[in-house]
């Protein structure tokens, strides 16, 4: 039975999206036994998502995203924590598939419908002081560091309704943390499973790269097809200390029926290098939110993102490169393909303040329509407010080049297989941008088995 929302008694509408499962008993139930800092930052979110009022296409930054019709929040229940283990014999096919070549990694941690199932990370790395763990035990083990950290300078509530209602409800999630100096030369992976329909999950991450230290991050998402809508949100912070080289790959591979929603906020420091790659495969709506703020001299942002749509899918990218600090970097390049009746947007700004003299600073987004009915909207923009400073930004959309279908179908290579060599090359730059071992050839894969239709 769909949920019921609740009655509006201040008369400005801005009680829509609380419903009988999400509202605020529920955010104090999951207080119940948590410290009271945050207890208190739980419920000021939950204040915070009450008073903002649901987003519209009245807003710029979701002129083309009618939350109305594609989010459907008072027919969700919230998905409630409770014990969970992975078994390999157990799990579901296409979890154990995606796990399985996942096998070069530092460590790995799986989470299963809003719950840490299980943690894995190496034995040298522990030695060293790497932590890799849920973050509602890391409430526990390491109170010090999420008060200090967790909502307050990356991601705080106030950021967004959506961004209150993560930090009010979110149930589990991942903690990594790497100490100054340490490197890790293979990747942490992070593998999530939704299997419920008709539900709402809140995870956060949060990713803490001491000075000199480096460490690449890859997360991924599953679920299965579902004929009821299910939410997954989650909310990502990473910081990069003085001179820490930090990559973040988000691979979005959830089923039909899903709206996955995502806001990412990273803090770059001085001299550090700190890279996201952002993949939209899945799902039926995605929502990217994505913040790079560089605020140490020096710092530097790759900003790659990857998408392939078809069916009805609809793909949602809000960039920000948020320049603060002087003489510093960042280059966002996002490239799309879209078939079928698939929409995608891509909205991105640079905004260099005041005294952020010497930002180098680039924007690029790329689409390739592959159906008469598929649909790229792209709005690039720039905010300077400095005046030593190179930034352009650039946008395309366009169909197959049939100058090079034709050279390839000249040379003997059927229509079919040659629209798949296009398709892939003009993907591809994404990829080469950030060679992470193993995630470039399973990113590959995917979109070939999508070609195949």
């Known amino acids: 039975m769909a949920a019921t929302p609740a009655t509006d008694t201040t008369g400005t509408g801005l009680m829509e999206g609380v419903t009988d499962h999400i509202n605020r008993e529920a955010v104090e139930s999951l207080a119940a036994d948590e410290p009271q800092w945050l207890r208190d930052r739980r419920l000021e979110a939950w204040s915070l998502y009450e008073r903002t009022p ?3 296409t009245r807003l710029e930054e979701w002129r083309y995203t009618n939350l109305s019709r594609k989010l459907k929040l008072d027919r969700l229940s ?16 296409r979890l154990k598939d995606a796990m399985d070549q996942d096998r070069d990694a530092s460590g790995h941690l799986i989470e299963l419908d809003g719950t840490v199932a299980s943690v894995d990370l190496g034995e040298e790395f522990a030695a060293k002081g790497v932590v890799l763990t849920s973050l509602r035990k890391a409430v526990h083990s390491h109170p010090e560091l ?58 956060r991450t949060l990713i803490v790269a001491e000075g000199a230290s480096q460490v690449s991050f890859v997360d991924e998402c599953l679920s299965e097809d579902f004929e009821e809508q299910m939410l997954a949100s989650t909310a990502v912070e990473v910081f990069a200390r003085d001179g820490a080289q930090v990559q ?8 039909t029926g899903t709206f996955h929603l995502s806001q990412q906020r990273t803090l770059a420091g001085r001299d550090s290098t700190l890279d996201t790659l952002n993949v939209g495969l899945g799902g039926t709506t995605a929502r990217v939110d994505l913040n790079a703020r560089l605020q140490g001299p020096g710092a530097n942002s790759d900003m790659l993102g990857l998408y392939f749509g078809d069916g009805d899918q609809h793909f949602d990218f809000n960039t920000s490169q948020d320049h603060v600090a002087p003489n510093a970097k960042s280059d966002l390049l996002y490239k799309g393909a879209l078939d079928g009746r698939a929409q995608s947007v891509f909205r991105g700004v640079i905004k260099v303040h005041r005294g952020a003299q010497q930002t180098d600073a680039y924007q690029t987004n790329r689409n390739l329509l592959l159906s008469d009915r598929a649909r790229a909207d792209s709005l690039p923009n720039l905010e300077i407010e400095a005046d030593d400073v190179r930034c352009s930004h650039g946008a395309t959309v366009g169909q197959l080049d049939q100058n090079h279908l034709f050279y390839l179908m ?17 993907l591809g730059e994404v990829l080469s941008r950030l060679p992470l071992g193993g995630v470039v050839e399973k990113i590959t894969g995917i979109i070939d088995e999508k070609l195949h239709g």
Do not use: C, H
């Open 54 to 56: 649901m987003p519209t």
């Open 410 to 426: 000249s040379r003997g290579i059927p229509r079919e297989l040659a629209e798949r060599l296009v398709v892939m090359g003009f």
């Open 78 to 93: 919230l998905l409630p924590w409770e014990e969970r283990s992975y078994s390999p014999e157990s799990a579901p096919r």
């Open 248 to 255: 973040f790959v988000s691979l979005q591979r959830m089923g």
């Open 146 to 203: 999420l008060e200090e950290l967790l909502a307050t300078e990356a991601l705080p509530a106030g950021l967004g309704k959506f961004q209150a209602l993560n930090a009010a409800l979110w149930t589990d999630g991942v903690l990594l943390y790497v100490p100054k100096g340490v490197r890790l030369e293979r990747p942490i992976r992070v593998s999530r499973w939704s299997s419920e329909p008709g539900r709402a999950v809140f995870s």
